[in-house]
T-cell receptor, first 115, second 114 residues
Framework: DTGVSQDPRHKITKRGQNVTFRCDPISEHNRLYWYRQTLGQGPEFLTYFQNEAQLEKSRLLSDRFSAERPKGSFSTLEIQRTEQGDSAMYLC?????????????FGSGTQLSVL | DQQVKQNSPSLSVQEGRISILNCDYTNSMFDYFLWYKKYPAEGPTFLISISSIKDKNEDGRFTVFLNKSAKHLSLHIVPSQPGDSAVYFCAARNSGAGSYQLTFGKGTKLSVIP
């Protein structure tokens, strides 16, 4: 069990630039989630994949955000035209299909700073 | 509208004593509750959970109590150890539509003093 891997760990960008994050879930996990955590807050749900299908998106996920999981393995989260309000920790999590949606295995996150 | 509330941002406890972390919720549709622990520069890790049909679940030094009528749950750590120093998040699952997402509280930072 190598755990959930996220890349990069840190990203600094200028407002208006596009950024892309990658998440590699635990290999046998079919379910993949993206959460966002801002300073002083708990993680907030962004989106959920079961295999390659994106089954739900939060209203927090504006049109500038897009997530993919093309082959049901790794996932990418892209933010276009970044804004300072996008600065946050972006957390990826995975879970196996035979468990409920509760016990998630989180990666260490990607810390995004938009200047 | 915060559906899961952790009203204590921080808590300090002496090593060996009991730590009690509290969590309140407002949504009656929540049917499953969890506690996650987070160390700096790491993602949250699952600690313990409880179904709404139970009022207590125990795992080693960790016990979670659920009071459905009061919409309140608590995490007890006995005895507390310095390695328990972390941020603890309470989370809940909605039994209705959207049961794939967890709703988290803001967290309580626990400091266990040697």
């Amino acid at each position: 069990d190598t755990g959930v891997s996220q890349d990069p760990r840190h990203k600094i960008t200028k407002r208006g630039q596009n950024v892309t994050f990658r998440c590699d879930p635990i290999s046998e996990h079919n379910r993949l989630y993206w959460y966002r955590q801002t300073l002083g807050q708990g993680p907030e749900f962004l989106t959920y994949f079961q295999n390659e299908a994106q089954l739900e998106k939060s209203r927090l996920l504006s049109d500038r955000f897009s997530a993919e999981r093309p082959k049901g393995s790794f996932s990418t989260l892209e933010i276009q035209r970044t804004e300072q309000g996008d600065s946050a920790m972006y957390l990826c999590a995975s879970s196996p299909i035979d468990r409920g949606h509760e016990k998630l295995f989180f990666g260490s996150g990607t810390q995004l700073s938009v200047l | 509208d915060q559906q899961v509330k952790q009203n204590s941002p921080s808590l300090s406890v002496q090593e060996g004593r009991i730590s009690i972390l509290n969590c309140d919720y407002t949504n009656s549709m929540f049917d499953y509750f969890l506690w996650y622990k987070k160390y700096p520069a790491e993602g949250p890790t699952f600690l313990i959970s409880i179904s709404s049909i139970k009022d207590k679940n125990e795992d080693g030094r960790f016990t979670v109590f659920l009071n459905k009528s009061a919409k309140h749950l608590s995490l007890h750590i006995v005895p507390s150890q310095p390695g328990d120093s972390a941020v603890y998040f309470c989370a809940a699952r909605n039994s209705g539509a959207g049961s794939y997402q967890l709703t988290f509280g803001k967290g309580t930072k626990l400091s266990v003093i040697p």
